[in-house]
């Protein structure tokens, strides 16, 4: 169905107050519908009912009827609480639906917001109940924009947890199987990257400077606790102690090892031909391996004394990206070649082929899947360890950019126009 955009303006005048422990208020809603009217999409001949619903994890879904004067929905929510809420906003004439919207609102303490709702034609029937909740504005059908201006990503596949490191020095936690917002965590200056810590209790934030901190998931607290004097452009933690942090700049790098429980860099190496700061960690052979320029390079890493020797793996080809999968015995590079590994040896020999063009890519043991996303085509491929084919493919609109997973769900980001969006799969519907 081809979606006729129309911006609705959405005033949220919010009083929020303490009750008890838990902060919830009276929220008022204006709706301007004139635009409907006045537009050139199908007209109704009389818009005669509003319909609201609001959604937040942990609450109760709450349902208003707007009364209309003067096509405005008006109306008052009471013991609404803070955080963020899906609305989803349902236009009748009588019994009939004919417009339908939805985005996200936050509710804070004492101020009045406003919001644009982009809406679609409605089936024209009766449909009363029926809701669907995406996140904000979402001109790409079957995708939820992501409405931030994306720097980075950090994925807890164990929890679900998506953080979305923002330009505008915050970091947005998500559900990442619903890519609902959970809550924000404000930044006083503007990072350069952001990873989870080992146990995936915090999040390492880190600076240009070279300054490091510790940014509590629970409390929102963020304590430096590293300044390496050089950028920090990928932190690899191994282990509860060390972090390996990589710089890449002109094809030429630096690594170094920081140890978090004396304060100090252990450990420094110097590389040519660096051409990326991502770092592949293959925790079975305590080794991680990064791209160079015809090469990859692999580091030992020692996680008693945080020791790193650095060696060429053995594969001369343009690596791009590195994947560790099956079972950690096999690495993968963005042109599709399979490589093992072992701890025996630094040669990573040559297996096998995927194809070419690989942007990212997410293994999971447990199901025994191989996902990963192409550019040209745009496709999300999953593929079966045992056998190694190809189970299922799925088109993309849009230019693939990120690829992570939960436990039982897959969840694409491509970029359209500048702006990002996502697309989630269960992994039943690949045949896992």
Request: negative net charge.
């Amino acid at each position: 169905m081809k979606r006729f955009l129309i911006a609705l303006l959405l005033i949220f005048m919010i009083m929020v107050t303490f009750i008890g422990c838990a902060r919830t208020g009276s929220v008022g809603i204006s709706i301007d519908l004139s635009s409907l009217v006045e537009s050139d999409a199908p007209n109704p001949s009389e818009i005669t009912r509003a319909i609201i619903t609001l959604r937040q994890k942990g609450q109760d879904i709450i349902t208003r009827q707007l009364p209309i004067s003067n096509n405005t929905a008006t109306g008052q929510i009471d013991d609404l609480a803070e955080g963020y809420w899906e609305l989803n906003l349902q236009v009748f004439d009588g019994v009939a639906m004919i417009f339908t919207g939805d985005c996200e609102i936050e509710v804070l303490a004492n101020i009045v917001r406003q919001y644009n709702l982009r809406i679609d034609p409605g089936d024209g029937e009766s449909n009363i109940g029926s809701i669907s909740f995406v996140i904000d504005i979402n001109p790409m059908i079957g995708y939820k924009l992501i409405p931030q201006r994306v720097k980075a990503f950090a994925m807890d596949s164990v929890s679900g947890k998506l953080y979305i490191l923002d330009v505008a020095n915050k970091i947005t936690a998500y559900h990442a199987d619903t890519m609902s917002c959970e809550r924000d965590y404000a930044l006083e200056q503007t990072p350069s990257t952001i990873r989870l810590n080992w146990d995936n209790t915090a999040l390492l934030v880190g600076y240009p400077s070279g300054i490091i901190d510790s940014l509590d998931i629970d409390t929102g607290e963020s304590t430096q606790i590293a300044d390496l004097a050089m950028p920090a452009g990928t932190i690899l933690p191994f282990g509860e102690k060390y972090l390996l942090v990589s710089n890449a700049q002109n094809y030429s790098g630096m690594l170094k090892v920081w140890n978090n429980a004396t304060g100090m860099v252990v450990d420094t190496e110097n590389i040519a031909n660096l051409t990326s700061s991502a770092c592949a960690l293959n925790p079975s052979i305590n080794t991680a391996y990064l791209p160079g320029l015809n090469y990859l390079y692999r580091i030992r890493l020692n996680y008693d004394t945080g020791e790193m020797t650095v060696s060429s793996s053995g594969y001369s080809s343009q690596p791009g990206k590195a994947w560790v999968a099956f079972n950690d015995s096999r690495l993968i590079v963005s042109n599709g070649s399979i490589l093992a590994c072992s701890i025996y040896t630094d040669d990573l020999h040559y297996t096998g082929q995927l194809g070419n063009g690989i942007v990212d890519l997410v293994n999971d043991d447990t199901r025994g899947g191989l996902y990963y996303i192409t550019e040209d085509p745009g496709r999300l491929y999953a593929m079966r360890h045992s056998g190694m084919s190809v189970n299922a493919y799925a088109d993309l609109d849009g230019t693939p950019a990120f690829l992570f997973q939960t436990s039982d769900k897959i969840i694409v980001i491509v970029v359209d126009d500048g702006n990002y969006y996502t697309k989630i799969w269960t992994k039943a519907e690949f045949g896992f």
